[in-house]
């Protein structure tokens, strides 16, 4: 299995511009999960979806994020406008949780995002 | 709510010297825990998880922790140090039940001196 893709790898774009982040997500699991990670707050959880439904979006910082999961293979997340403060390193995972939730999450290699 | 501190940002060892990484969690229910690693420009990586039973939990590269619940704390260990072992770690926690979300510290970074 090529585990969780992620697209692009680098992004640099200009304040104000839309940025879309894309994912695909391991074959066969039930659950995607976008993460941020940042110097200053860690890697936070941004939203999550199980079955291409989003369950909880309560870590999406502005309604300038905006995440989709249309079917099973794709997801993407969203910023628009794009802020300086929003640069960052987002990640997408997958996992087989089921009943399960201690399973393992997997990561994708994430998106470098730059906003100048 | 459910909260992670991992105590030192860096830790610096030299090869072959024991690894210790600590992580204390705060959890309303009985946790799962977790510990991930991420290597430079890559994703995070299971290295291993408690849920229930052995308090002792072996992973992968050598690594074990031990689930203290008197101490709220699952530290992270390795005997002998590897420089592969350089990289960023990140202990989690998840309450479990319906809830899915894993909560991260803010992650300790190894260094691995020869």
């Known amino acids: 299995d090529a585990g969780v893709i992620q697209s692009p790898r680098h992004e640099v774009t200009e304040m104000g511009q839309e940025v879309t982040l894309r994912c695909k997500p391991i074959?066969?699991?039930?659950?995607l999960f976008w993460y941020r990670q940042t110097m200053m707050r860690g890697l936070e959880l941004l939203i999550y979806?199980?079955?291409?439904?989003?369950?909880?979006d309560s870590g999406m910082p502005e309604d300038r994020f905006s995440a989709k999961m249309p079917n099973a293979s794709f997801s993407t997340l969203k910023i628009q406008p794009s802020e300086p403060r929003d640069s960052a390193v987002y990640f997408c995972?997958?996992?087989?949780?089921?009943?399960?939730?201690?399973?393992?999450?997997?990561f994708g290699p994430g998106t470098r995002l730059t906003v100048l | 709510a459910q909260s992670v501190t991992q105590l030192g940002s860096h830790v610096s060892v030299s090869e072959g010297a024991l690894v210790l990484l600590r992580c204390n969690y705060s959890?309303?229910?009985?946790?799962?825990l977790f510990w991930y690693v991420q290597y430079p420009n890559q994703g995070l990586q299971l290295l291993l998880k408690?849920?229930?039973?052995?308090?002792l939990v072996k992973g992968i590269n050598g690594f074990e922790a031990e689930f203290k619940k008197s101490e709220t704390s699952f530290h992270l260990t390795k005997p002998s140090a590897h420089m592969s072992d350089a990289a960023e770690y990140f202990c989690?926690?998840?309450?479990?039940?319906?809830?899915?979300?894993?909560?991260f510290g803010k992650g300790t970074l190894l260094t691995v001196n020869p």
């Open positions: 074959s066969g699991h039930d659950y």
């Open positions: 995972a997958s996992s087989n949780l089921g009943s399960e939730p201690y399973n393992e999450q997997f």
């Open positions: 408690y849920t229930t039973g052995a308090t």
């Open positions: 989690a926690v998840s309450s479990g039940g319906s809830n899915y979300k894993l909560t």
């Open positions: 979806f199980n079955n291409n439904v989003p369950i909880d």
């Open positions: 959890s309303s229910v009985p946790p799962y």
